[in-house]
């Protein structure tokens, strides 16, 4: 659990970097009492412990899809169609395999945080690295590679979203970084695209939780907060 550990504890750092940055454009920074953001970054975020499950299926070829869903907790629903992935790697090892690679929503995606109500993700990008220690591939080299959750080692599993939920009832914008911790259930299928050790993902699916064993997430975001009073 080291990486997920070290990522939980940077997750209020990386969020008020992203908030620093984000409306003024990649490469301005905007000065303290300037920066539209202030208000959001003056107290440390809500941090949100939750179960839920995601259902991911994405290629280098064509649009996919990952639905999340929130099953206990406050967290994050949503059902976000998503581009074809272009820096998706898949290196086999003796023993196991790992893949990784980022990816972006088609446009803005419609979302339910329970106890904050609906609204809208205007921004979000996903972070995925999953090592598993065993793995089947009937065919051989260079075709469909099958896994279970339980073949995941546990401290290289890191699924991360990072992004913006606006709140449809007043407009508010809230900075998110959303981890999935522990995954106890769940199965996945990896496409390569070659025969290598090291070879582009050609596409992937996988199944994190179900209703009776969802997966722990955390989940970090600001809220501007107006109105605290100033004790003297």
Request: aromatic share 10%.
């Amino acid at each position: 659990m080291q990486r997920i550990t070290f990522v939980l504890a940077c997750a209020a750092l990386g969020i008020s970097m992203f908030s620093v940055t984000r409306l003024n454009g990649p490469a301005t920074v905007v000065a303290a009492g300037n920066n539209p953001w202030e208000e959001i970054r003056n107290y440390p975020p809500l941090v949100f412990t939750s179960k839920a499950t995601l259902d991911c299926s994405i290629s280098s070829k064509a649009n996919g899809r990952q639905v999340m869903k929130t099953v206990a907790g406050a967290g994050f629903t949503f059902d976000a169609p998503m581009l074809p992935i272009k820096d998706g790697i898949v290196k086999v090892k003796d023993p196991g395999m790992m893949y990784k690679f980022t990816a972006f929503p088609t446009s803005t995606v419609k979302a339910h945080f329970a106890g904050l109500g609906d609204g809208t993700i205007t921004e979000m990008q996903v972070e995925v690295e999953v090592e598993v220690k065993r793995f089947s591939q009937a065919g051989g080299p260079g075709t469909t590679i099958t896994f279970s959750a339980a073949d995941i080692i546990a401290d290289a599993a890191y699924v991360e979203y990072t992004g913006v939920f606006v709140r449809d009832s007043d407009q508010k914008p809230f900075p998110f970084r959303v981890v999935f911790n522990s995954v106890t259930e769940g199965r996945g299928s990896v496409v390569p695209q070659g025969r290598g050790p090291s070879v582009p993902l050609y596409s992937k699916m996988v199944v994190l939780g179900s209703l009776q064993n969802p997966a722990t997430v955390t989940t970090a975001l600001y809220e501007a907060e107006e109105g605290v009073r100033k004790l003297q």
